[in-house]
């Protein structure tokens, strides 16, 4: 449950900052804040108390494994979160390179 | 014949993977690119005559059948969205500016990529990936216009992030409910869910995919993008919206559309034909009447309408690309004749598919279901009316000129009133057989 609460409380820190920061990049942080909310939204998905990881062996029982298919869609999702904050951080500089370098939106 | 659409995807990759190897080379990018949609024109034509005989087929990759591998599910609308798409990039190829760099090119390539995927995919965790895609193309590609290209772009892919956020809670919401990402299982599954459950998932979805779909609340980039856009990507962006579209068609066939979904229509249209009548720049007012149209499709939606919603959403993508690609350039005679069919066209001038189609949605349940709404609609359509011919008149001038631009948008139009004319001709009975099987 304490995964839920930290995953949906970084979600909205984040759009709070993208909604009512002005520096474009403090915006871009918020873009960051979501993305690592909703990853551990997927972590707490596929989460079992107790469980191991979901690795075949002769000797391991075929239960009590964690679901690795959240785990797979957020090696994807980090990939391109990270290229979105990448992408975003170089729009944000081209566009305050026109105000001398001011990022903030007026 | 049937060419497995996998091949499309795989060489349109290989293409943009290419342009390192070729430098960035634009004359090399370009020429590709064209062949390569051509190519895709060829496999998605013959995708289509498929799911027009066999009905919606299923494509397996890497042969991990769904839903433990991700699949292509191919609709005739999905089939019919990724031909068009595809044969628009051939146009905007052909007819529009020379002075683009070999980048440039390639993230055209990724952002039809992206809108093809998102029209077949049958996974909804695949369909982010492509919508992603989609976003992150659309954007780097904005920002070719300069600073105020960039702050565009930047706007873009705040709305497009903030979705795609939104879009994953749904994944992990519905995946935790059903155990699947593939849509047509998570249809037999979720039934087992608690309604809140399925609300919360459905509602975060659709959230998701208001950038892409043009509606309220996430498409306020709207105005400024279609403004910013370089003249190749402003005449591609409602394929990317008819992509949208298609998801929240998927997810009311699904879960069925609540009340609140007819709030957000209400509120996108009213918004887009308000902001469009005062609009004093073309693109941003063409830009605005997108959104009405979203809207209005997603009217058709919430009465259950398939024919007139296909009719509406196809009407609408390529009435606007006729539109959109002579969105710059000078005052004469044949630009005029270019914008007046494509307005036409999506007015819904009688025998066009936009008359078709807005008559299939008056007569197909919205005045009975949806009194309110039916004059809304009717309100919207006449301020389309008025704002496109107020264009068309302030486009008029002296000399002829028919170059490729006019070409392609008179052929985009002449599609409409020809799709229109046959199913006009055929009979109403007809028109809602054929058209409600583009589903």
Redesign the interface.
């Known amino acids: 449950m304490i995964y839920y609460v930290f995953a949906f409380t970084l979600i909205g820190l984040g759009l709070f900052a993208i909604m009512f920061k002005k520096n474009l990049f403090k915006i871009v942080i918020g873009i960051e804040l979501m993305t690592a909310g909703v990853n551990l939204l997927f972590i707490a998905v596929g989460f079992v108390v107790g469980g191991t990881a979901p690795i075949f062996e002769e000797s391991a029982k075929f239960s009590g494994f964690v679901d690795p298919v959240p785990q797979a869609l957020i090696l994807t999702s980090i990939v391109i979160g990270a290229a979105s904050v990448g992408l975003a951080s170089a729009l944000a500089l081209r566009a305050g390179s026109a105000k001398g370098g001011d990022l903030d939106v007026h | 014949m049937f060419i497995d659409p996998m091949w499309a995807f795989g060489i349109t990759l290989a293409v943009a993977f290419f342009a390192s190897a070729a430098k960035y080379d634009a004359k090399v990018m370009r020429a590709l690119l064209s062949l390569t949609a051509l190519f895709n024109v060829l496999v998605f034509a013959t995708n289509l005559s498929r799911a027009y005989y066999e009905g919606t087929f299923t494509v397996t990759i890497g042969g991990f059948a769904p839903p433990t591998g991700i699949g292509l599910q191919v609709s005739m609308l999905g089939a019919l969205i990724a031909l068009l798409t595809n044969a628009a990039l051939l146009a905007v190829l052909l007819t529009l500016g020379k002075n683009r760099t070999g980048r440039f090119y390639t993230l055209l390539a990724i952002y039809v990529l992206g809108v093809s995927g998102m029209s077949l995919t049958g996974d909804y ?1 695949n369909f ?2 492509m919508m ?1 895609l989609a976003a ?1 193309s659309t ?2 590609v904005m ?1 070719a216009e300069g ?1 105020r290209g ?2 565009a ?2 706007k873009y ?2 709305y497009a ?2 979705g ?2 939104f879009y ?2 749904g ?2 919401v519905l ?2 409910a059903a155990g699947t ?1 593939n849509f047509a299982h998570l249809a037999k599954e979720v039934g087992q869910a608690s309604t809140t459950v399925k609300a919360m998932g459905m509602l975060a979805l659709f959230v998701g995919m208001s950038a892409e779909a043009e509606l309220l609340p996430l498409a306020l980039w709207v105005p400024e993008g279609y403004k910013e856009a370089p003249a190749e990507l402003l005449a591609l962006l409602p394929f990317g919206f008819a992509a949208g579209m298609t998801l929240i068609a998927r997810l009311a066939a699904i879960f069925g559309l609540q009340s609140w979904v007819s709030v957000v229509a209400w509120a996108t249209i009213l918004y887009g034909a308000v902001a469009a009548w005062q609009s004093k720049n073309f693109r941003e007012s063409i830009g605005y009447l997108s959104m009405a149209e979203a809207g209005i499709v997603l009217v058709a939606l919430l009465v259950g309408a398939n024919a007139a919603f296909a009719a509406i959403l196809l009407t609408a993508v390529l009435g606007e690309f006729a539109m959109l690609i002579l969105a710059d350039g000078g005052v004469h005679a044949g630009r005029t004749a270019g914008l007046l069919l494509g307005m036409l066209a999506l007015v819904g001038f009688p025998l066009s598919l936009g008359f078709v189609g807005e008559v299939g949605l008056l007569f197909g349940g919205l005045w009975l279901k949806m009194p309110a709404t039916t004059v809304v609609v009717l309100v919207a359509i006449l301020v389309k009316a008025v704002v496109l011919a107020r264009w068309v008149s302030s486009f008029a001038g002296a000399g002829f000129v028919c170059d490729k631009r006019v070409a392609a948008s008179l052929v985009s139009s002449l599609v409409l009133f020809i799709a229109g004319s046959v199913i006009m001709v055929q009979g109403l009975y007809d028109m809602l057989a054929v058209l409600g099987k583009v589903m």
Do not use: N, P, Q, R
Request: no cysteine.
């Open positions: 965790f982010f990936v992603e992150l954007a780097a920002a600073t960039a702050k772009a930047f892919l705040m992030e903030i795609a956020a994953l809670v994944v992990a995946y935790a990402l």
